[in-house]
């Protein structure tokens, strides 16, 4: 398997504009995760679904920020417009029932 | 609340001495507790995970980490450190589906 794939792999965009990242979990596995990391504020949570349903949003910054799961194999990770301060990694994860998680290589945003 | 402790910002150890990073958690009922490692510019990979059963756990690349229930602790360990094992390594406990990640602590294995 190739593992959690994630794209794109750099985006550099202007404030204002929208954002869309990518994510492709591993085959079988039921849970999906987005987190956002910093240097000022470490790994965060975003989103996560179970089955392609979010379960539980309440990491989502605000409202610029969404995320969708149309089907098992992709999820998209919108934001809308984007601000500096949205300048991050942004990683999916996902696994299967009650075992590890495993991380893409990760989406490096950079809001001009 | 649940919640995962870091004490360490970082760690430094010669190359070839043993090596702790140290981990500390808060979480009602039977803790799942994990070890992540993050090399620069790439994702968390997963070391190793207690769940039940033995204390000492054994995972990926040569480490361990020991499940301590009464000082609610989860340290990682390594007999002989490599330069090679220098990254940011997360300790984490599942809580509800979720994972809640220490701050994580910087390990700088010295030649």
């Known amino acids: 398997d190739a593992g959690v794939i994630q794209s794109p792999r750099h985006e550099v965009t202007e404030m204002g504009q929208e954002v869309t990242l990518r994510c492709k979990p591993i085959s079988g596995h039921d849970y999906l995760f987005w987190y956002r990391q910093t240097m000022m504020r470490g790994l965060e949570l975003l989103i996560y679904f179970n089955n392609n349903v979010p379960i539980d949003d309440s990491g989502m910054p605000e409202d610029r920020f969404s995320a969708k799961m149309p089907n098992a194999s992709f999820s998209t990770l919108k934001i809308q417009p984007s601000e500096p301060r949205d300048s991050a990694v942004y990683f999916c994860?996902?696994?299967?029932?009650?075992?590890?998680?495993?991380f893409g290589p990760g989406t490096r945003l950079t809001v001009l | 609340a649940q919640s995962v402790a870091q004490p360490e910002d970082q760690v430094n150890v010669a190359e070839g001495n043993p090596l702790t990073v140290k981990c500390t958690y808060s979480?009602?009922?039977?803790?799942?507790l994990f070890w992540y490692v993050q090399y620069p510019n790439r994702g968390l990979q997963f070391l190793l995970k207690y769940i039940t059963g033995d204390n000492l756990v054994k995972g990926s690349y040569g480490f361990e980490a020991e499940f301590n229930k009464s000082q609610t602790s989860f340290h990682l360990k390594k007999p002989s450190a490599l330069v090679s094992d220098s990254a940011l390594y997360f300790c984490a406990v599942r809580w509800r589906d979720k994972l809640i990640f220490g701050t994580g602590t910087r390990l700088q294995v010295f030649p």
């Open positions: 994860a996902s696994r299967l029932e009650n075992n590890e998680q495993f």
């Open positions: 979480v009602s009922g039977n803790p799942y």
